[in-house]
């Protein structure tokens, strides 16, 4: 055990992480952050580095990519004195304070901690789906949807919960259609968002239904084979782009229970804050927002994590 007691150690990698490394730098509190190695099976950078074009990212009128806007982040978490890992934290005992960070073989100890470990996009594995995936396929609509390869598209959306149902209304204002590919006979959205899909004339419901394979020209999507659950019968459903709709897995399996948690597993914040039931411990971006899921709002709570981290640490003393 390393026997340094760190002010802050920050978990993740994304938006939420650099941004609370940032402040937490700035505050001359000298963070430590893990940004994990494949941690998710997603590259240090989180969600972003899976991801195309950023459009709606503030100061970048041109647009970025996203493995681009991570990197900068990253050099500017470093400039400002950050001190990077890149290593996968394996668990966190929060029992007592300091808080011991578990790495491997190595172990960290820290006065505060902020975890930004975001949330992993549920995926199909659908054949075709790696040759695909950001060549037409996407988890967000709303990162994505509005992007110039999506335009005057016809589009498919897999889910019927509130989430694709909301992704749905979004596309059809840029695609020439949406189908939505339902697996039940009904959704699962609320009352609400069933009638803005049912009322909108450019979204179709296909029931009972599912993809069971992805197709292209070698360089984007062109097309989803489907298959009815019932009848059995197969077609083949020409496609400018297909997005997947079926929630996300928070990465905090980790934490062993420790933070509490909704039933879904996104860490619980109280209040307008970023600070969970175990006093030290901050949460910020994905990991405990299942609503916005979106760059700027995580890197939004990353500073709110960082500032509200300092003032503990400042009382603590």
């Known amino acids: 055990m390393s026997t340094d007691i760190e002010h802050v150690i920050i978990v993740g990698s994304g938006p939420a992480a650099h941004t609370a490394a940032v402040y937490a730098a700035r505050a001359e509190l000298s963070p430590l952050l893990f940004e994990g190695f494949m941690a998710g099976g997603v590259a240090a950078g989180g969600q972003l580095t899976t991801t195309t074009e950023v459009e ?101 959306v897999i889910g019927g919960g509130d989430s694709a149902c909301e992704e749905a209304s979004y596309l059809a204002k840029f695609g020439s259609s949406v189908t939505m590919l339902v697996r039940r006979d009904e959704l699962r959205a609320s009352k609400a968002m069933q009638k803005r899909v049912f009322d909108n004339e450019k979204i179709s419901i296909m029931w009972n239904t599912n993809a069971t394979e992805v197709l292209g020209d070698g360089k984007l999507l062109t097309q989803v084979k489907v298959r009815n659950n019932k009848s059995g019968e197969e077609q083949v459903l020409d496609a400018g782009g297909l997005f997947y709709a079926i929630g996300h897995t928070p990465n905090t399996a980790f934490l062993n229970g420790q933070v509490e948690t909704d039933e879904t597993g996104y860490i619980i914040t109280h209040g307008k804050s970023t600070a969970t039931n175990v006093p030290g411990v901050f949460a910020a971006g994905d990991v405990q927002d299942r609503t916005y899921r979106q760059a700027v709002t995580a890197a939004g709570s990353g500073c709110m994590a960082a500032l509200e981290a300092e003032k503990f640490l400042a009382e603590s003393e």
């Not at 394996?90 to 011991?100: A, G, K, L, T």
């Not at 960070?101 to 594995?125: D, H, N, P, Q, W």
């Not at 994505?144 to 335009?151: E, K, T």
Request: glycine share 10%; proline share 7%; aromatic share 6%.
């Open 56 to 156: 709606n990212y503030p100061g970048f009128p041109e647009g970025i990519m996203g493995p681009e806007l991570m990197d900068q982040m990253r050099k500017q978490s470093v400039r400002l004195g950050t001190r990077i890992k890149t290593e996968t934290v394996d668990s966190i005992d929060m029992s007592q304070r300091p808080f011991v960070v578990r790495s491997g073989s190595s172990e960290y100890r820290a006065e505060s901690v902020i975890i930004a470990t975001g949330a992993t996009a549920k995926r199909l594995g659908l054949p075709g789906e790696e040759d695909y995936w950001q060549r037409g396929m996407s988890a967000c609509a709303v990162c994505d949807g509005a992007l110039p390869i999506f335009r005057d598209k016809p589009l498919v």
